[in-house]
Protein backbone atom coordinates (compact mmCIF):
# COMPACT_ATOMS: atom_id res chain seq x y z
CA UNK A 1 0.00 0.00 0.00
CA UNK A 2 2.73 2.29 1.07
CA UNK A 3 4.85 1.65 -2.17
CA UNK A 4 1.86 1.89 -4.25
CA UNK A 5 0.78 5.65 -2.77
CA UNK A 6 4.95 6.81 -3.66
CA UNK A 7 4.40 5.09 -6.89
CA UNK A 8 1.30 7.43 -7.45
CA UNK A 9 2.92 10.26 -6.18
CA UNK A 10 5.48 10.09 -8.61
CA UNK A 11 3.59 8.87 -11.76
CA UNK A 12 1.20 10.95 -11.78
CA UNK A 13 2.99 14.45 -11.86
CA UNK A 14 4.79 13.47 -14.80
CA UNK A 15 1.52 12.51 -16.59
CA UNK A 16 -0.01 15.54 -15.42
CA UNK A 17 3.54 17.79 -16.71
CA UNK A 18 3.51 15.64 -19.96
CA UNK A 19 -0.36 17.22 -20.71
CA UNK A 20 1.04 20.44 -19.80
CA UNK A 21 3.54 20.69 -22.25
CA UNK A 22 1.15 18.56 -24.44
CA UNK A 23 -0.19 22.67 -25.71
CA UNK A 24 3.53 23.85 -26.62
CA UNK A 25 3.75 19.86 -29.09
CA UNK A 26 0.52 20.68 -30.51
CA UNK A 27 1.10 24.08 -32.07
CA UNK A 28 4.36 22.48 -33.40
CA UNK A 29 2.69 19.63 -34.81
CA UNK A 30 -0.01 22.11 -36.62
CA UNK A 31 3.42 24.01 -38.04
CA UNK A 32 5.05 20.96 -39.21
CA UNK A 33 2.44 19.34 -41.16
CA UNK A 34 1.44 22.64 -42.58
CA UNK A 35 4.78 23.18 -43.32
CA UNK A 36 5.00 19.46 -44.49
CA UNK A 37 2.26 20.06 -47.22
CA UNK A 38 2.36 23.35 -47.66
CA UNK A 39 6.46 24.09 -48.92
CA UNK A 40 6.41 22.06 -52.07
CA UNK A 41 3.93 24.86 -53.11
CA UNK A 42 7.06 27.10 -53.28
CA UNK A 43 8.98 24.50 -55.73
CA UNK A 44 5.64 23.46 -57.94
CA UNK A 45 4.23 27.30 -57.95
CA UNK A 46 6.48 30.13 -59.72
CA UNK A 47 6.53 33.39 -57.06
CA UNK A 48 5.37 35.44 -59.55
CA UNK A 49 2.34 32.90 -60.23
CA UNK A 50 1.48 32.72 -56.96
CA UNK A 51 1.48 36.42 -56.08
CA UNK A 52 -0.63 36.84 -59.32
CA UNK A 53 -4.70 38.23 -59.47
CA UNK A 54 -6.11 34.99 -60.88
CA UNK A 55 -7.12 31.79 -59.07
CA UNK A 56 -8.48 29.66 -61.27
CA UNK A 57 -7.33 26.22 -59.76
CA UNK A 58 -8.67 23.74 -62.53
CA UNK A 59 -6.27 25.59 -65.31
CA UNK A 60 -3.88 25.59 -62.82
CA UNK A 61 -4.12 29.54 -62.18
CA UNK A 62 -2.90 29.68 -58.50
CA UNK A 63 -2.63 33.36 -57.75
CA UNK A 64 -3.79 33.86 -53.91
CA UNK A 65 -4.15 37.78 -54.10
CA UNK A 66 -7.43 38.04 -54.18
CA UNK A 67 -8.14 35.15 -52.04
CA UNK A 68 -5.61 37.62 -49.61
CA UNK A 69 -7.50 40.82 -50.62
CA UNK A 70 -10.97 39.24 -50.09
CA UNK A 71 -9.96 37.43 -46.59
CA UNK A 72 -8.48 41.39 -45.96
CA UNK A 73 -11.27 43.25 -46.87
CA UNK A 74 -13.55 41.21 -45.02
CA UNK A 75 -12.03 41.52 -41.59
CA UNK A 76 -11.30 45.34 -42.42
CA UNK A 77 -15.36 45.49 -42.77
CA UNK A 78 -16.08 43.14 -39.45
CA UNK A 79 -13.19 45.45 -37.68
CA UNK A 80 -15.10 48.45 -38.47
CA UNK A 81 -18.30 47.24 -36.89
CA UNK A 82 -17.12 44.98 -34.39
CA UNK A 83 -14.97 47.35 -32.74
CA UNK A 84 -17.08 50.66 -31.83
CA UNK A 85 -20.04 48.03 -31.27
CA UNK A 86 -17.77 45.72 -28.92
CA UNK A 87 -16.38 48.12 -27.09
CA UNK A 88 -19.77 50.66 -26.59
CA UNK A 89 -21.08 46.79 -25.72
CA UNK A 90 -18.05 46.61 -22.93
CA UNK A 91 -18.11 50.16 -21.94
CA UNK A 92 -21.64 50.03 -20.74
CA UNK A 93 -21.47 46.97 -19.31
CA UNK A 94 -18.54 47.44 -17.43
CA UNK A 95 -19.37 50.97 -16.64
CA UNK A 96 -23.07 52.48 -16.75
CA UNK A 97 -25.32 49.05 -16.91
CA UNK A 98 -27.16 48.50 -13.88
CA UNK A 99 -26.55 44.93 -11.96
CA UNK A 100 -29.11 42.80 -13.24
CA UNK A 101 -28.90 44.27 -17.01
CA UNK A 102 -25.24 43.12 -16.62
CA UNK A 103 -26.46 40.21 -15.34
CA UNK A 104 -28.48 39.63 -18.29
CA UNK A 105 -26.12 40.84 -21.25
CA UNK A 106 -22.87 39.35 -19.94
CA UNK A 107 -24.54 35.57 -20.56
CA UNK A 108 -26.41 36.78 -23.92
CA UNK A 109 -22.65 38.08 -25.43
CA UNK A 110 -21.30 34.51 -24.38
CA UNK A 111 -24.88 33.00 -26.26
CA UNK A 112 -23.64 34.76 -29.42
CA UNK A 113 -20.05 33.92 -29.20
CA UNK A 114 -21.56 30.21 -28.89
CA UNK A 115 -23.67 30.76 -31.77
CA UNK A 116 -22.48 28.02 -34.51
CA UNK A 117 -21.02 29.66 -37.78
CA UNK A 118 -23.07 27.50 -40.31
CA UNK A 119 -26.30 28.66 -38.21
CA UNK A 120 -25.44 32.34 -38.53
CA UNK A 121 -24.35 31.75 -42.25
CA UNK A 122 -27.20 29.85 -43.38
CA UNK A 123 -29.74 32.63 -42.03
CA UNK A 124 -26.94 34.97 -43.61
CA UNK A 125 -27.82 33.34 -47.11
CA UNK A 126 -31.64 32.99 -46.43
CA UNK A 127 -32.28 36.59 -44.62
CA UNK A 128 -29.57 39.16 -44.69
CA UNK A 129 -28.60 38.63 -48.39
CA UNK A 130 -31.88 38.94 -50.22
CA UNK A 131 -32.37 41.79 -48.10
CA UNK A 132 -29.37 43.41 -48.70
CA UNK A 133 -30.07 43.44 -52.26
CA UNK A 134 -33.38 44.78 -52.66
CA UNK A 135 -32.23 47.39 -50.00
CA UNK A 136 -28.99 48.10 -52.37
CA UNK A 137 -29.83 47.51 -55.48
CA UNK A 138 -27.80 44.91 -56.12
CA UNK A 139 -27.07 42.09 -58.93
CA UNK A 140 -26.46 39.56 -55.44
CA UNK A 141 -26.79 39.71 -51.93
CA UNK A 142 -23.92 37.30 -51.43
CA UNK A 143 -21.44 40.27 -50.83
CA UNK A 144 -18.33 40.96 -48.80
CA UNK A 145 -20.92 43.86 -47.13
CA UNK A 146 -22.75 40.85 -45.99
CA UNK A 147 -19.96 38.95 -45.04
CA UNK A 148 -18.57 41.86 -42.96
CA UNK A 149 -21.74 42.01 -41.14
CA UNK A 150 -21.90 38.73 -40.05
CA UNK A 151 -17.90 38.59 -39.01
CA UNK A 152 -18.89 41.86 -37.57
CA UNK A 153 -21.08 39.60 -35.04
CA UNK A 154 -19.13 36.96 -34.90
CA UNK A 155 -16.46 39.31 -33.60
CA UNK A 156 -18.07 41.18 -31.16
CA UNK A 157 -18.39 38.49 -28.05
CA UNK A 158 -14.55 38.23 -28.07
CA UNK A 159 -14.09 42.20 -28.22
CA UNK A 160 -16.55 42.52 -25.71
CA UNK A 161 -15.64 40.21 -23.00
CA UNK A 162 -11.60 40.98 -23.62
CA UNK A 163 -12.31 44.53 -23.18
CA UNK A 164 -14.92 44.33 -20.79
CA UNK A 165 -12.11 42.74 -18.98
CA UNK A 166 -9.87 45.05 -18.91
CA UNK A 167 -12.18 48.33 -18.14
CA UNK A 168 -12.61 45.83 -15.05
CA UNK A 169 -8.92 45.82 -14.24
CA UNK A 170 -8.70 49.58 -14.18
CA UNK A 171 -8.65 50.38 -10.59
CA UNK A 172 -11.49 52.13 -8.74
CA UNK A 173 -9.39 54.43 -6.76
CA UNK A 174 -8.72 56.06 -10.56
CA UNK A 175 -12.72 56.45 -11.07
CA UNK A 176 -12.93 58.18 -7.94
CA UNK A 177 -10.45 60.30 -8.39
CA UNK A 178 -11.89 61.79 -11.26
CA UNK A 179 -15.55 62.07 -9.83
CA UNK A 180 -13.90 63.66 -6.86
CA UNK A 181 -12.55 66.36 -9.30
CA UNK A 182 -16.10 67.23 -10.43
CA UNK A 183 -15.71 65.01 -13.82
CA UNK A 184 -19.08 63.64 -14.98
CA UNK A 185 -19.05 59.61 -15.07
CA UNK A 186 -18.99 60.30 -18.89
CA UNK A 187 -16.06 62.43 -18.96
CA UNK A 188 -14.36 59.97 -16.38
CA UNK A 189 -15.08 57.22 -19.26
CA UNK A 190 -13.54 59.08 -21.82
CA UNK A 191 -10.67 60.55 -20.09
CA UNK A 192 -9.36 57.83 -17.41
CA UNK A 193 -10.76 54.72 -17.96
CA UNK A 194 -10.83 53.66 -21.24
CA UNK A 195 -7.20 55.71 -21.60
CA UNK A 196 -6.15 53.72 -18.98
CA UNK A 197 -7.60 50.47 -20.06
CA UNK A 198 -6.07 51.49 -23.62
CA UNK A 199 -3.61 48.00 -23.84
CA UNK A 200 -6.45 45.78 -23.19
CA UNK A 201 -8.65 47.85 -25.07
CA UNK A 202 -6.07 47.18 -28.17
CA UNK A 203 -5.92 43.39 -27.16
CA UNK A 204 -9.46 43.23 -27.56
CA UNK A 205 -9.38 44.79 -31.13
CA UNK A 206 -6.33 42.64 -32.59
CA UNK A 207 -8.05 39.75 -31.07
CA UNK A 208 -11.20 40.54 -32.87
CA UNK A 209 -9.26 40.92 -36.10
CA UNK A 210 -7.68 37.37 -35.36
CA UNK A 211 -11.45 35.97 -34.95
CA UNK A 212 -12.77 37.26 -37.77
CA UNK A 213 -10.27 36.56 -40.27
CA UNK A 214 -10.28 33.14 -39.56
CA UNK A 215 -13.87 32.48 -39.61
CA UNK A 216 -14.55 30.11 -42.58
CA UNK A 217 -18.69 28.60 -42.76
CA UNK A 218 -19.95 31.87 -42.51
CA UNK A 219 -18.03 33.61 -44.89
CA UNK A 220 -18.16 30.30 -47.55
CA UNK A 221 -21.99 30.63 -47.56
CA UNK A 222 -22.87 34.28 -47.79
CA UNK A 223 -19.96 36.03 -49.85
CA UNK A 224 -20.53 34.64 -52.94
CA UNK A 225 -16.63 32.89 -53.30
CA UNK A 226 -15.95 34.95 -56.83
CA UNK A 227 -11.98 35.10 -56.69
CA UNK A 228 -11.79 38.74 -57.58
CA UNK A 229 -9.31 41.17 -56.18
CA UNK A 230 -10.73 43.46 -53.93
CA UNK A 231 -8.88 47.13 -54.30
CA UNK A 232 -11.02 49.35 -53.96
CA UNK A 233 -14.38 49.96 -51.56
CA UNK A 234 -16.63 49.37 -53.85
CA UNK A 235 -15.86 45.68 -53.84
CA UNK A 236 -17.84 45.33 -50.45
CA UNK A 237 -20.96 45.82 -52.70
CA UNK A 238 -19.65 42.70 -55.04
CA UNK A 239 -18.99 39.20 -54.35
CA UNK A 240 -15.46 38.16 -53.10
CA UNK A 241 -14.13 34.92 -51.97
CA UNK A 242 -11.55 34.57 -48.62
CA UNK A 243 -8.26 32.38 -48.17
CA UNK A 244 -10.61 30.27 -45.49
CA UNK A 245 -13.66 29.68 -47.63
CA UNK A 246 -11.14 28.56 -50.66
CA UNK A 247 -9.90 25.87 -48.41
CA UNK A 248 -12.90 24.62 -47.16
CA UNK A 249 -14.51 24.68 -50.53
CA UNK A 250 -11.56 23.02 -52.35
CA UNK A 251 -9.85 20.33 -49.60
CA UNK A 252 -12.61 17.95 -50.36
CA UNK A 253 -12.06 17.68 -54.09
CA UNK A 254 -8.47 17.88 -54.64
CA UNK A 255 -6.23 14.66 -55.14
CA UNK A 256 -4.10 14.15 -52.09
CA UNK A 257 -0.44 15.32 -53.15
CA UNK A 258 -1.40 17.43 -56.03
CA UNK A 259 0.00 21.04 -56.85
CA UNK A 260 -3.83 22.24 -55.56
CA UNK A 261 -3.46 19.84 -52.72
CA UNK A 262 -0.19 21.75 -51.55
CA UNK A 263 -1.36 25.24 -52.09
CA UNK A 264 -4.22 24.74 -50.00
CA UNK A 265 -1.89 23.89 -47.04
CA UNK A 266 0.08 26.94 -48.31
CA UNK A 267 -3.00 29.03 -47.71
CA UNK A 268 -3.67 27.71 -44.24
CA UNK A 269 0.22 27.65 -43.63
CA UNK A 270 -0.31 31.47 -44.78
CA UNK A 271 -3.27 31.69 -42.17
CA UNK A 272 -1.51 29.94 -39.40
CA UNK A 273 1.03 32.34 -39.44
CA UNK A 274 -0.87 35.72 -39.66
CA UNK A 275 -2.85 34.35 -36.40
CA UNK A 276 0.13 33.80 -34.91
CA UNK A 277 1.43 37.23 -35.24
CA UNK A 278 -1.83 38.67 -34.13
CA UNK A 279 -1.95 36.71 -30.69
CA UNK A 280 1.70 37.07 -30.29
CA UNK A 281 0.88 40.88 -30.73
CA UNK A 282 -1.88 40.48 -28.18
CA UNK A 283 -0.45 38.63 -25.49
CA UNK A 284 2.76 40.70 -25.27
CA UNK A 285 0.30 44.10 -24.54
CA UNK A 286 1.00 43.95 -20.71
CA UNK A 287 -2.49 43.12 -19.52
CA UNK A 288 -3.46 40.86 -16.37
CA UNK A 289 -2.34 37.86 -19.09
CA UNK A 290 -3.99 35.17 -17.57
CA UNK A 291 -6.95 36.75 -16.18
CA UNK A 292 -7.12 37.76 -20.44
CA UNK A 293 -6.41 34.51 -21.87
CA UNK A 294 -9.11 32.93 -20.12
CA UNK A 295 -11.73 35.21 -20.99
CA UNK A 296 -10.73 35.35 -24.90
CA UNK A 297 -11.43 31.32 -24.77
CA UNK A 298 -14.46 31.59 -22.91
CA UNK B 1 -10.61 73.53 -17.50
CA UNK B 2 -13.24 75.93 -18.37
CA UNK B 3 -14.13 73.01 -21.38
CA UNK B 4 -14.04 70.16 -18.76
CA UNK B 5 -16.56 72.04 -16.15
CA UNK B 6 -18.37 73.29 -19.30
CA UNK B 7 -22.41 73.57 -18.72
CA UNK B 8 -23.36 71.40 -20.52
CA UNK B 9 -21.69 68.38 -19.63
CA UNK B 10 -24.47 66.56 -17.95
CA UNK B 11 -26.08 66.76 -21.38
CA UNK B 12 -23.09 65.20 -23.22
CA UNK B 13 -23.31 62.49 -20.17
CA UNK B 14 -27.07 61.87 -21.11
CA UNK B 15 -26.39 61.79 -24.86
CA UNK B 16 -23.46 59.75 -24.11
CA UNK B 17 -24.97 57.27 -22.00
CA UNK B 18 -27.82 56.64 -24.34
CA UNK B 19 -26.01 56.30 -27.36
CA UNK B 20 -23.58 53.81 -25.64
CA UNK B 21 -27.15 52.17 -23.89
CA UNK B 22 -28.33 52.01 -27.77
CA UNK B 23 -25.40 50.48 -28.94
CA UNK B 24 -25.07 47.74 -25.99
CA UNK B 25 -28.75 47.01 -27.00
CA UNK B 26 -28.09 46.74 -30.78
CA UNK B 27 -25.33 44.20 -29.74
CA UNK B 28 -27.52 41.76 -28.37
CA UNK B 29 -30.65 42.38 -30.27
CA UNK B 30 -29.69 40.13 -32.86
CA UNK B 31 -28.62 37.42 -30.84
CA UNK B 32 -32.37 37.36 -29.28
CA UNK B 33 -33.71 37.62 -33.25
CA UNK B 34 -31.20 34.98 -34.32
CA UNK B 35 -33.07 32.86 -32.01
CA UNK B 36 -36.41 33.44 -31.88
CA UNK B 37 -36.45 33.20 -35.73
CA UNK B 38 -35.38 29.90 -35.97
CA UNK B 39 -37.54 28.82 -32.93
CA UNK B 40 -40.38 30.37 -34.86
CA UNK B 41 -39.53 29.06 -38.29
CA UNK B 42 -38.32 25.82 -37.72
CA UNK B 43 -40.63 24.52 -34.91
CA UNK B 44 -43.28 23.36 -37.19
CA UNK B 45 -40.47 21.21 -39.15
CA UNK B 46 -39.92 19.13 -35.89
CA UNK B 47 -41.83 15.91 -35.43
CA UNK B 48 -41.01 12.67 -33.54
CA UNK B 49 -40.30 11.38 -37.06
CA UNK B 50 -37.76 14.29 -38.25
CA UNK B 51 -35.68 13.63 -35.28
CA UNK B 52 -35.78 9.55 -35.46
CA UNK B 53 -36.21 8.98 -39.47
CA UNK B 54 -33.49 8.81 -42.11
CA UNK B 55 -33.03 11.07 -44.87
CA UNK B 56 -34.44 10.23 -48.03
CA UNK B 57 -35.51 11.40 -51.84
CA UNK B 58 -31.67 13.32 -51.88
CA UNK B 59 -32.24 14.12 -47.98
CA UNK B 60 -35.18 16.54 -49.35
CA UNK B 61 -37.49 14.54 -47.34
CA UNK B 62 -37.49 12.16 -43.87
CA UNK B 63 -35.36 12.65 -40.76
CA UNK B 64 -32.16 13.89 -39.54
CA UNK B 65 -31.46 11.14 -37.24
CA UNK B 66 -28.08 10.18 -38.36
CA UNK B 67 -26.57 13.78 -37.96
CA UNK B 68 -28.51 14.05 -34.76
CA UNK B 69 -26.45 10.82 -33.67
CA UNK B 70 -23.64 12.03 -35.49
CA UNK B 71 -23.03 15.06 -33.27
CA UNK B 72 -23.49 13.02 -30.57
CA UNK B 73 -20.76 10.62 -31.30
CA UNK B 74 -18.46 13.94 -31.88
CA UNK B 75 -19.09 15.16 -28.90
CA UNK B 76 -18.67 11.96 -26.81
CA UNK B 77 -15.32 11.59 -29.17
CA UNK B 78 -13.91 14.90 -28.11
CA UNK B 79 -14.88 14.67 -24.81
CA UNK B 80 -13.20 11.62 -24.01
CA UNK B 81 -9.83 13.06 -25.69
CA UNK B 82 -9.69 16.49 -24.53
CA UNK B 83 -11.40 16.77 -20.91
CA UNK B 84 -8.59 14.25 -19.09
CA UNK B 85 -5.61 16.17 -21.01
CA UNK B 86 -7.21 19.33 -20.55
CA UNK B 87 -8.13 18.88 -16.75
CA UNK B 88 -4.54 17.66 -16.28
CA UNK B 89 -3.13 20.59 -18.19
CA UNK B 90 -4.91 22.67 -15.62
CA UNK B 91 -3.57 21.14 -12.81
CA UNK B 92 -0.17 21.51 -14.03
CA UNK B 93 -0.42 25.34 -14.43
CA UNK B 94 -2.55 25.47 -11.55
CA UNK B 95 -0.67 23.78 -8.90
CA UNK B 96 2.96 22.16 -10.57
CA UNK B 97 3.90 25.25 -13.01
CA UNK B 98 6.72 27.45 -11.89
CA UNK B 99 7.00 30.37 -13.28
CA UNK B 100 9.60 30.30 -15.54
CA UNK B 101 10.09 30.46 -19.02
CA UNK B 102 8.61 27.32 -19.94
CA UNK B 103 5.57 27.90 -18.18
CA UNK B 104 5.26 31.17 -20.37
CA UNK B 105 5.77 29.09 -23.48
CA UNK B 106 3.02 26.87 -22.44
CA UNK B 107 0.63 29.68 -21.90
CA UNK B 108 1.64 31.39 -25.33
CA UNK B 109 1.17 27.86 -26.96
CA UNK B 110 -2.58 27.81 -25.59
CA UNK B 111 -3.33 31.35 -26.78
CA UNK B 112 -1.99 30.45 -30.36
CA UNK B 113 -4.19 26.99 -30.05
CA UNK B 114 -6.86 29.25 -29.29
CA UNK B 115 -6.49 31.51 -31.95
CA UNK B 116 -6.06 29.09 -35.07
CA UNK B 117 -8.52 29.12 -37.46
CA UNK B 118 -10.72 26.27 -37.47
CA UNK B 119 -10.24 25.48 -41.06
CA UNK B 120 -6.35 25.01 -40.21
CA UNK B 121 -7.76 22.43 -37.76
CA UNK B 122 -9.51 20.75 -40.48
CA UNK B 123 -6.11 20.97 -42.47
CA UNK B 124 -3.58 19.74 -39.99
CA UNK B 125 -6.28 16.92 -38.62
CA UNK B 126 -6.58 15.79 -42.73
CA UNK B 127 -2.53 15.96 -42.57
CA UNK B 128 -1.89 14.20 -39.22
CA UNK B 129 -4.90 12.09 -38.41
CA UNK B 130 -6.52 11.37 -41.67
CA UNK B 131 -3.63 10.39 -43.92
CA UNK B 132 -0.23 10.68 -42.21
CA UNK B 133 -1.70 7.71 -39.23
CA UNK B 134 -4.12 6.68 -41.72
CA UNK B 135 -7.36 6.40 -39.33
CA UNK B 136 -9.22 7.85 -42.97
CA UNK B 137 -12.32 9.70 -42.48
CA UNK B 138 -13.59 8.73 -39.33
CA UNK B 139 -15.31 9.60 -36.32
CA UNK B 140 -11.69 9.19 -34.03
CA UNK B 141 -9.86 11.58 -36.53
CA UNK B 142 -12.51 13.94 -36.23
CA UNK B 143 -12.99 13.93 -32.67
CA UNK B 144 -8.96 14.18 -32.35
CA UNK B 145 -9.25 16.86 -34.07
CA UNK B 146 -11.96 19.08 -32.44
CA UNK B 147 -10.16 17.73 -29.09
CA UNK B 148 -7.30 19.79 -30.03
CA UNK B 149 -9.37 22.81 -31.09
CA UNK B 150 -11.50 22.16 -28.04
CA UNK B 151 -8.36 22.19 -25.36
CA UNK B 152 -7.30 25.55 -24.79
CA UNK B 153 -11.13 26.59 -23.53
CA UNK B 154 -11.02 23.42 -21.35
CA UNK B 155 -7.50 24.30 -19.84
CA UNK B 156 -7.79 27.86 -19.36
CA UNK B 157 -11.38 27.95 -17.98
CA UNK B 158 -10.19 24.77 -15.42
CA UNK B 159 -7.17 26.47 -14.23
CA UNK B 160 -9.52 29.31 -13.57
CA UNK B 161 -11.08 27.49 -11.24
CA UNK B 162 -8.74 25.48 -10.03
CA UNK B 163 -7.23 28.74 -9.05
CA UNK B 164 -9.92 30.39 -7.44
CA UNK B 165 -9.70 27.24 -4.57
CA UNK B 166 -8.26 29.04 -1.18
CA UNK B 167 -4.47 28.02 -0.47
CA UNK B 168 -5.27 27.75 2.72
CA UNK B 169 -7.00 24.15 1.68
CA UNK B 170 -4.06 23.47 0.03
CA UNK B 171 -1.92 23.97 2.95
CA UNK B 172 -4.54 22.42 5.69
CA UNK B 173 -4.92 19.00 3.80
CA UNK B 174 -0.75 18.74 3.62
CA UNK B 175 -0.70 19.45 7.24
CA UNK B 176 -2.93 16.20 7.97
CA UNK B 177 -0.64 14.46 6.40
CA UNK B 178 -2.26 14.14 2.91
CA UNK B 179 0.16 13.75 -0.41
CA UNK B 180 -0.04 16.31 -2.59
CA UNK B 181 -1.92 14.26 -5.38
CA UNK B 182 -4.73 13.49 -2.60
CA UNK B 183 -4.73 17.16 -1.70
CA UNK B 184 -5.32 17.84 -5.38
CA UNK B 185 -7.58 14.94 -6.03
CA UNK B 186 -9.88 15.17 -3.44
CA UNK B 187 -9.55 18.97 -1.88
CA UNK B 188 -8.94 20.91 -4.82
CA UNK B 189 -10.46 19.17 -7.85
CA UNK B 190 -13.52 18.62 -5.61
CA UNK B 191 -14.09 22.63 -4.65
CA UNK B 192 -13.32 23.43 -8.31
CA UNK B 193 -15.55 21.02 -10.18
CA UNK B 194 -18.09 23.29 -11.04
CA UNK B 195 -16.05 25.78 -12.69
CA UNK B 196 -14.21 22.55 -14.86
CA UNK B 197 -17.15 21.43 -15.72
CA UNK B 198 -18.88 24.73 -17.12
CA UNK B 199 -15.31 25.22 -18.96
CA UNK B 200 -15.86 21.47 -20.47
CA UNK B 201 -19.37 22.33 -21.41
CA UNK B 202 -18.36 25.59 -23.12
CA UNK B 203 -15.64 23.61 -25.23
CA UNK B 204 -17.71 20.89 -26.22
CA UNK B 205 -20.57 23.41 -26.91
CA UNK B 206 -17.61 24.59 -29.07
CA UNK B 207 -17.10 21.09 -30.64
CA UNK B 208 -20.43 20.19 -31.54
CA UNK B 209 -21.45 23.51 -33.57
CA UNK B 210 -17.92 23.51 -36.05
CA UNK B 211 -18.09 22.71 -39.47
CA UNK B 212 -14.35 23.52 -40.70
CA UNK B 213 -12.14 21.11 -38.66
CA UNK B 214 -14.76 18.18 -39.41
CA UNK B 215 -15.08 19.15 -43.15
CA UNK B 216 -12.48 16.69 -44.92
CA UNK B 217 -11.45 14.65 -41.58
CA UNK B 218 -14.60 12.78 -40.64
CA UNK B 219 -17.81 14.50 -41.52
CA UNK B 220 -20.01 12.37 -44.44
CA UNK B 221 -22.44 13.62 -47.21
CA UNK B 222 -25.12 11.14 -46.76
CA UNK B 223 -24.86 7.99 -44.69
CA UNK B 224 -27.94 5.69 -45.17
CA UNK B 225 -26.98 4.25 -42.05
CA UNK B 226 -25.43 4.79 -38.23
CA UNK B 227 -21.79 4.52 -38.18
CA UNK B 228 -20.68 1.51 -36.37
CA UNK B 229 -17.30 2.09 -35.44
CA UNK B 230 -14.73 5.07 -34.78
CA UNK B 231 -13.20 4.15 -38.13
CA UNK B 232 -16.40 4.89 -39.77
CA UNK B 233 -17.42 8.33 -41.07
CA UNK B 234 -20.52 9.98 -39.83
CA UNK B 235 -23.26 12.72 -40.69
CA UNK B 236 -23.10 15.95 -38.32
CA UNK B 237 -25.62 18.66 -38.00
CA UNK B 238 -23.95 21.56 -38.55
CA UNK B 239 -21.99 19.58 -41.79
CA UNK B 240 -25.38 18.73 -42.56
CA UNK B 241 -26.80 22.08 -42.19
CA UNK B 242 -24.49 23.26 -44.66
CA UNK B 243 -24.50 20.67 -47.19
CA UNK B 244 -28.84 21.07 -47.17
CA UNK B 245 -28.53 24.53 -47.25
CA UNK B 246 -25.58 25.12 -50.22
CA UNK B 247 -25.46 21.89 -51.73
CA UNK B 248 -28.47 20.13 -52.60
CA UNK B 249 -30.61 22.04 -55.14
CA UNK B 250 -34.71 22.10 -54.33
CA UNK B 251 -33.99 21.90 -50.69
CA UNK B 252 -37.53 22.38 -48.39
CA UNK B 253 -37.04 25.37 -46.61
CA UNK B 254 -38.78 23.30 -43.82
CA UNK B 255 -36.02 21.05 -43.46
CA UNK B 256 -33.27 23.52 -43.22
CA UNK B 257 -34.86 25.52 -40.84
CA UNK B 258 -35.80 22.39 -38.80
CA UNK B 259 -31.78 21.38 -38.99
CA UNK B 260 -30.64 24.77 -38.01
CA UNK B 261 -33.44 24.75 -35.17
CA UNK B 262 -32.26 21.17 -33.57
CA UNK B 263 -28.33 22.46 -33.65
CA UNK B 264 -29.48 25.57 -32.23
CA UNK B 265 -31.29 23.37 -29.14
CA UNK B 266 -28.25 21.41 -28.57
CA UNK B 267 -26.11 23.95 -28.62
CA UNK B 268 -28.01 26.27 -26.43
CA UNK B 269 -28.77 23.59 -24.13
CA UNK B 270 -25.39 23.30 -22.95
CA UNK B 271 -24.48 27.10 -22.88
CA UNK B 272 -27.63 26.74 -20.54
CA UNK B 273 -26.24 24.14 -18.85
CA UNK B 274 -22.98 25.78 -18.20
CA UNK B 275 -24.31 29.16 -17.04
CA UNK B 276 -26.74 27.06 -14.41
CA UNK B 277 -23.99 25.39 -12.98
CA UNK B 278 -21.96 28.38 -12.57
CA UNK B 279 -23.79 30.56 -11.49
CA UNK B 280 -25.12 27.84 -8.47
CA UNK B 281 -21.74 27.27 -7.67
CA UNK B 282 -20.74 30.96 -7.04
CA UNK B 283 -24.20 30.85 -4.77
CA UNK B 284 -23.22 28.19 -3.02
CA UNK B 285 -19.92 29.18 -2.64
CA UNK B 286 -18.71 29.48 1.43
CA UNK B 287 -15.31 30.98 0.21
Known amino acids: MKQNISFREFLIPRLIQASGYSAIVFVALIFFFLLREGLPTLSEVEWGALFSARWYPIEEYFGILPLLTGSLIITLGATLIAVPFGIGAAVYISEIAPRWMREILKPLVELLGGLPSVVLGFLGMLVLSPYLRVLLNLPTGLTALAGSLLLGGIAVPTVVSVAEDALDSVPRAYREGAWALGATRWQTIWRVTLPAAKSGALTAVMLGVGRAIGETMTVMMVTGNAPVLATSPGSFFSPVRTMTATIAAEMGEVANGSVHYHVLFFIGLTLFVISLIVNIIASSVVFRAKKRAERILS | ?287
Open chain 2, 1 to 287: MTKIFSRNRYLVQRVGFALITLMALATVTPIIGVIAFILLKGGSAISWQFLSGFPFDGMRAGGILPAIVGTLYLTVGTAVFSVPLGIAAAIYLSEYAKDNQWTRLIRLAIINLAGIPSVVYGLFGLGLFVLFLKFGTSILAASLTLSIMTLPVIISTAEEALRAVPQSFRTVSISLGATRWETIRRIVLKEALPGILTGVILGLERAAGETAPILFTGAAFFLPRLPNSPFDATMALPYHLFVISTQVPEMPVQIQYGTALVLLVFVLTMNLTATVIRSRARAKRQW
